[in-house]
């Protein structure tokens, strides 16, 4: 046979051995495979299972394996910070009425036009203006603001927002890469931005005898005036903590309030426009060592009633002005922001037991919480 008629037959015998084999099998090499749903599971028409409720969520992914670039958390960023510029007119030393401004940032937060920013940053003002990244200026209202909490939301009309990605602050650790984003010293042309490290976390600061933040994240990321309420992002550009404030007589030193303590509070001045707190009804300072010494107090910290108001559920209880209380609800209390915490999770009508320290006795009473005068 000749080698031309060899071939000839070689291709049919070919072609015939491979229907053979496909039909042997049980389905055709480019079909899906048929999944079935195993317990907590939905299968699509694709057949690829999709966990339901009852599926414990996976593990979060780490954060180093999502890292981005520097440049590309900007771009993605830019359009969700905000420059806000305040007006106000004070009176000077001889009551002549004198205009001011002041600059800050902030942060959309939704679609709706809630932008957050620290309440120092508006706090006082008559007029306030916030700029989105692509030039458009909108007069904002301001929903509510708290001075311990130094947070504040406002509200503008306008289209095509984007909302800054939120993030955990719980997740972060000491060492991990952060972005701080703010319109710094009011520099023209954007705003600055700005690179460090978690250089501490859940540290407090002392404002005045009267104010003491709390939930503070550290950083050497640099913070300057302007960059007050501008967010500071983790290594994959989502929010953990909105700047603050920094120290003057310090290098590299800045702080920043961690996001995921004031969440609900968040939502609750744009719910309600103030965050509701069991009420007392005492003026306070913070018991500093310094303050105990030259008092001659016998605990060396704490808060010092001042003044109690009138009919207040403080002074119907017995305390007094010059007590000083160490504990309220069972928990210690240390500072304002400690017992201001405390009056935020317990609210008008809870009945609380208060221990202050008077003279060098400790006494203790059972307050029920009023609602706060507005």
Not at 107 to 117: A, K, R
Not at 124 to 146: H, M, N, W, Y
Not at 313 to 331: E, M, N, W
Request: net charge neutral; aromatic share 2%; hydrophobic share 45%.
């Amino acid at each position: 046979m000749s080698i031309k008629a060899r071939k000839i037959l070689f291709f049919p015998l070919m072609l015939l051995l491979l229907a053979l084999l496909l039909s042997a099998c049980d389905k055709s090499p480019f079909e899906t495979d048929t999944v079935t749903p195993t317990p907590g599971s939905t299968a699509t028409s694709q057949g690829t299972p999709i966990p339901t409720a009852t599926v414990p969520a996976a593990a979060p992914v780490s954060v180093s394996s999502q890292e981005l670039s520097v440049p590309e958390i900007v771009q993605r960023l830019k359009p969700s910070v905000v420059h806000i510029q305040t007006e106000a007119v004070r009176l000077d030393s001889l009551n002549r009425p004198v205009p001011s401004a002041g600059v800050g940032t902030g942060e959309i937060l939704d679609t709706s036009g809630h932008v957050l920013t620290n309440n120092h940053v508006v706090e006082g003002a008559q007029r306030v203006i916030v700029t989105l990244s692509d030039g458009r200026p909108f007069e904002a209202r301001i929903i509510g603001g708290d001075a311990q909490l130094d947070l504040a939301v406002l509200k503008i009309e306008a289209g095509g927002l984007t909302p800054i990605p939120i993030g955990q602050s719980s997740s972060m650790q000491v060492g991990d890469r952060v972005i701080a984003i703010g319109h710094a010293l009011n520099l023209v042309g954007g705003p600055t931005v700005t690179g460090g490290l978690v250089s501490a976390l859940d540290r407090s600061i002392d404002i005045d005898q009267n104010t003491t933040i709390q939930h503070l994240i550290q950083t050497d990321a640099a913070i300057n005036p302007g960059n007050s309420g501008g967010p500071l992002v983790n290594s994959v550009g989502q929010l953990i903590g909105i700047n603050t404030a920094r120290l003057p007589d310090a290098q590299g030193v800045g702080f920043a309030i961690a996001i995921d303590p004031v969440k609900p509070l968040i939502q609750e001045l744009i719910q309600k426009g103030s965050i509701d707190r069991g009420f007392l009804g005492v003026s306070i300072v913070t018991v500093t060592p310094s303050l105990a010494a030259n008092f001659n107090l016998s605990v060396k910290s704490g808060v010092a009633v001042t003044a109690v108001s009138a009919d207040a559920p403080a002074q119907a209880a017995g305390i007094r002005a010059g007590d000083i209380i160490v504990s309220l609800a069972g928990r210690p209390v240390n500072n304002v922001a400690e017992l201001d915490r405390i009056l935020i999770e317990n609210r008008a009508g809870t009945t609380v037991e208060v221990e202050v320290v008077r003279g060098t006795q400790r006494m203790k009473f059972n307050v029920t919480l009023a609602q706060r005068p507005r």
